[in-house]
Nanobody, 122 residues
Framework: QVQLVESGGGSVQAGGSLRLSCETA??????MAWFRQAPGKEREFVAA???????YYSDFVKDRFTISRDNAENTLNLQMNNLEPQDTAVYYC??????????????????WGQGTQVTVSS
C-alpha cells in the first residue's frame, strides 16, 4: 500500500500563487501526477511527470503551473502561478506503477492522495 499526503492548498485571490506538495514515501513510480476535481465536475488531469523527468501539462494550465520532483524530500510539487477562479478545485496527487494507461488517464493511476482544496477568488 502506498500512502500519498498532499499539502499546500488554501485560498488566494486571482493572480496569486500556491505551491502544492505530495509526500511519496521515497518510492519510484512510472508516472506521478496531479489531477483536480471542481464541484459538480469530473476529476481531470492537470500535470504529470515521468520517472525520467519528462513533464506533461493540460492545455488550461500550461505556462502557469510547473510540476517538479524533489528527490531529497521525496515530494512531488506543483507550483501554481497566475491562478484563476476556474482553478478552484480539490487537487489530488496520484501515482502510476505499471503503465496501465496514458499519463492523463485517471484510470491508469494506482494510488491517490486524500486531496487538498484550492480556492481562487476574483
Amino acid at each position: 500500500q502506498v500512502q500519498l499526503v498532499e499539502s499546500g492548498g488554501g485560498s488566494v485571490q486571482a493572480g496569486g500563487s500556491l505551491r502544492l506538495s505530495c509526500e511519496t514515501a521515497g518510492r519510484a513510480f512510472l508516472y506521478m501526477a496531479w489531477f483536480r476535481q471542481a464541484p459538480g465536475k469530473e476529476r481531470e488531469f492537470v500535470a504529470a511527470m515521468h520517472y525520467r523527468g519528462s513533464t506533461y501539462y493540460s492545455d488550461f494550465v500550461k505556462d502557469r503551473f510547473t510540476i517538479s520532483r524533489d528527490n531529497a524530500e521525496n515530494t512531488l510539487n506543483l507550483q501554481m502561478n497566475n491562478l484563476e477562479p476556474q482553478d478552484t478545485a480539490v487537487y489530488y496527487c496520484a501515482v502510476q506503477r505499471y503503465g496501465r494507461g496514458s499519463y492523463d488517464f485517471r484510470s491508469a493511476y494506482d494510488y491517490w492522495g486524500q486531496g487538498t482544496q484550492v480556492t481562487v477568488s476574483s
